[in-house]
């Protein structure tokens, strides 16, 4: 059975860096595509960042180019979102998922963690 569970989630200043960790309890984490995504209070789950199997294909979410960098270790079974200058508008809980597909579309994601909330204050 898979399990992902996310953690590093807490309360910044805008401007404040952040790294979330996921860590996947299952057979053939590297098998897989995993992706991080948002919700906010009142909002859609929306698309953060996603990354292949090797790590070679990434692929962002407009508003968090050139801030927010997803990467994976395969040994470790762990997918991180490096999150920098945060903002106001980040402010939400954070998942991670896992797809046999590069997509951003969460109904294509199989399993979800619990999430972990990230709040950035102006």
């Known amino acids: 059975q898979v399990q992902l569970t996310e953690s590093g989630g807490r309360s910044v200043q805008a401007g404040d860096s952040l790294r979330l960790t996921c860590v996947y309890s299952?057979?053939?984490?590297?098998?897989?595509?995993m992706g991080w995504f948002r919700q906010a209070p009142g909002k859609e789950r929306e698309f953060v960042a996603t990354?292949?199997?090797?790590?070679?294909?990434?692929y962002y979410q407009d508003s968090v180019k050139g801030r927010f960098t997803i990467s994976r270790d395969n040994a470790k079974n762990t997918v991180y979102l490096e999150m920098n200058n945060l903002k106001p508008e980040d402010t939400a809980v954070y998942y991670c998922?896992?797809?046999?597909?590069?997509?951003?579309?969460?109904?294509?994601?199989?399993?979800w963690g619990q999430g972990t909330q990230v709040t950035v204050s102006s």
């Open positions: 299952g057979p053939l984490f590297s098998s897989y595509l």
């Open positions: 998922a896992e797809s046999s597909e590069f997509t951003t579309d969460p109904d294509k994601f199989d399993y």
């Open positions: 990354i292949t199997r090797n790590s070679i294909g990434t």
